[in-house]
């Protein structure tokens, strides 16, 4: 009995498969005996990868996935009497199901903004509480790169931000779940966007750009990496066969194959607006910069449309939703789902 292949969609770009190039590093490093725990040849030369791109200096730490990475990423950066400031869309504060809080002991403020970005005039209210025993501690921003609403920091603002932080003694964390779509849409280097803009802890993920599984956590500043592989270990982050999330990162950094997948989920990202936008019916709401499309689309839509192509409602009172592309996007799909909602749209006036 042959199974039919399931149809593309623009729910999320977790739900694509995995790059052929990565699962041929996964299968070639499947061979013999290697030593666990990231003493092996294929996580020292992933290693040496990571520091040829952000810095020589630079601690680089696998771990299983996004969570966890930000998790461990933000405990060695706080005390328990501190708190991160977030957006109020930020992963970590809305998906994360408080395993920040819990794991870290600290308190996550969440800071309104209308396009994902946080900017100096937003977190300036904040500092009134430094110094005041009676209150937590802000000791960490936290941006999402791109932000959860698909937009981009540009390398101005987040050193506008970092400077801000430092200033004031406080740290920057990047939450680099979709870092590539950054770096392809701003036509810049990792480190440039990262390390160069003043951050001190970067969680890098590849998983929603073709990967498997796995993430790194990248430490720049130097005096937070001495603690960190006990976090980790702690954390339950610790992967015994390494190998198989180091020979992904390999794969995916050698010949910039994560720049052609963010490339290309970008353009179908760009793609898919160009179709919407040619449907009176519906308005996109933010800037498409990565590789997400929010819209607000009528209410008699939703339900039929996700029937035929699963998606998430962003913000179920406005009727805004999330359409997300990826690597494996193609534009038959896109021109597929845009004649569907036409035809929805046709079908249900009233």
Same mark, same amino acid.
């Given at each position: 009995?042959?199974?039919?292949? %399931?149809?593309?969609? =623009? ?12 699962? *041929? ?15 092996? %040849?294929?996580?020292?030369? $992933?290693?040496?990868? =990571? ?44 998906? *994360?199901?408080? $395993? %920040?809080?819990? &794991? ?14 946080? #900017?100096?005039?937003?977190?300036? %209210? ?5 110094? =005041? ?31 801000? /932080? ?23 280097? &990792?480190?440039?966007?990262? #390390? ?7 969680? &890098? ?38 190998? &198989?999330?180091?020979?992904?990162? *390999? ?17 179908? $990202? ?24 929010? /819209? ?6 939703? *339900? ?5 192509? =699963? ?40």
């Amino acid at each position: 009995m042959t199974q039919s292949t %399931p149809r593309r969609g =623009f729910a999320s770009d977790n739900n694509a498969g995995v790059h052929p190039v990565i699962m *041929e590093a996964i299968q070639k490093c499947n061979m013999g005996h290697v030593i666990g725990y990231g003493d092996d %040849p294929y996580t020292q030369q $992933a290693i040496k990868t =990571f520091r040829r791109l952000f810095g020589l200096d630079t601690g680089v730490y696998f771990v299983y996935g996004g969570t966890g990475a930000n998790v461990t990423g933000l405990q060695v950066m706080l005390k328990p009497y501190q708190a991160v400031l977030c957006a109020e869309t930020a992963h970590i504060y809305v998906d *994360e199901c408080g $395993a %920040p809080e819990k &794991f870290t002991g600290c308190k996550l403020i969440p800071v309104p903004t209308e396009d994902g970005k946080l #900017r100096i005039e937003q977190l300036q %209210p904040y500092l009134a509480m430094q110094g =005041f025993e009676h209150h937590v501690q802000p000791a960490v921003i936290s941006v999402s790169q791109p932000t959860e609403m698909g937009t981009v920091y540009t390398v101005d603002e987040l050193i506008e931000l970092s400077s801000f /932080a430092k200033k004031h003694g406080m740290l920057l964390h990047i939450d680099g779940a979709r870092i590539a779509n950054a770096a392809a849409y701003l036509n810049l280097t &990792f480190k440039e966007i990262t #390390r160069d803009a003043g951050a001190d802890v970067l969680s &890098f993920g590849g998983t929603k750009n073709g990967m498997m599984f796995g993430e790194a956590v990248l430490i720049f500043n130097p005096r937070l990496q001495n603690d960190f592989k006990y976090i980790r270990k702690q954390g339950m982050q610790l992967h015994s066969k390494m190998r &198989f999330i180091a020979a992904q990162f *390999e794969a995916y950094l050698q010949d910039d194959l994560w720049l052609a997948n963010a490339r290309h989920a970008n353009k179908m $990202a760009q793609l898919l607006a160009q179709k919407i936008n040619e449907i009176d019916e519906i308005k996109i709401t933010q800037k498409v910069e990565s590789n997400g499309v929010f /819209a607000v689309v009528p209410k008699r839509l939703i *339900e039929p449309l996700r029937k035929e192509y =699963f998606f998430y409602t962003w913000n179920e009172s406005k009727n805004e939703v999330r359409w997300m592309t990826s690597f494996d996007t193609t534009e038959e799909d896109v021109e597929n789902f845009a004649q569907t909602i036409r035809r929805i749209l046709k079908n249900n006036l009233t």
